[in-house]
């Protein structure tokens, strides 16, 4: 993703990413120029780039602030490439779970003609997405690589068959959804359930399969 300006936070990107900043943990290592490597600011923990950009107490103060609190508390925390990464992938993952919402939504008003809340549906999408996201770090150690059924690799089913395309995830819920489409292509059914906990990782991953 190309960051065009401003050059200084091109330039702080870089360093950060690269381990470059002039944090306690890289002094110590390199020129032991520090006998320690406890923050400067809170002292409770090893002064790092991700310590120093998201967890002590400024930074922490200025990301609570922001819209994206939810999504960082979520985020690998391993270093800060790899949480910047994460997050750059996640913003994809989220207009993508948008669009999807809207796509959706714009086909349930079409084919059943229900009043129902669109913000709700796409807030719901968009969650999933994160969650999905989420449990994929946590128990394969990769994040998963799309919202949904991928319209790149979908194909339409055989005339007279509908096909039908589902996924589950487990975070703090347990979700399902499922998608059906008509030879044409064309939407026929979608629908998402959630509840909370109560089902472990191999009977999510056994349903599936045999929903698949
Ligand atoms: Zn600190």
Redesign the pocket.
């Known amino acids: 993703m190309a960051l065009q300006r401003p050059p200084k936070l091109k330039h702080f990107l870089w360093r950060a990413c690269k381990g470059f900043l002039a944090v306690k943990e890289r002094r110590l290592f390199y020129r032991h120029v520090v006998s320690e490597k406890s ?7 090893d ?1 790092t780039i991700i ?2 950009t998201f ?3 400024t930074a922490k103060e200025i990301w609570a602030a922001s819209s994206f609190m939810a999504q960082i508390n979520v985020a690998p925390a391993r270093s800060f490439v790899e949480r910047f990464m994460w997050i750059l992938k996640n913003e994809l993952v989220t207009k993508a779970a948008l669009a999807w919402a809207s796509w959706y939504c714009r086909n349930k008003h079409i084919f059943e003609q229900d009043g129902f809340n669109v913000v709700e549906v796409a807030k719901s999408w968009v969650d999933l997405a994160y969650e999905s996201n989420a449990y994929a770090i946590k128990v394969i150690n990769r994040t998963a690589p799309t919202v949904g059924p991928s319209p790149s690799s979908w194909s339409c089913p055989s005339a007279g068959t509908v096909k039908v395309n589902c996924d589950a995830y487990l975070g703090a819920k347990t979700g399902l959804g499922v998608v059906i489409k008509s030879e044409h292509g064309h939407l026929l059914g979608a629908a998402i359930r959630e509840e909370y906990g109560g089902w472990n990782v191999e009977a999510t991953r056994q349903l599936h399969v045999d929903l698949d």
Request: proline share 0%.
């Open positions: 923050c400067s600011i809170c002292s409770s923990l002064e310590h120093s967890k002590c107490a």
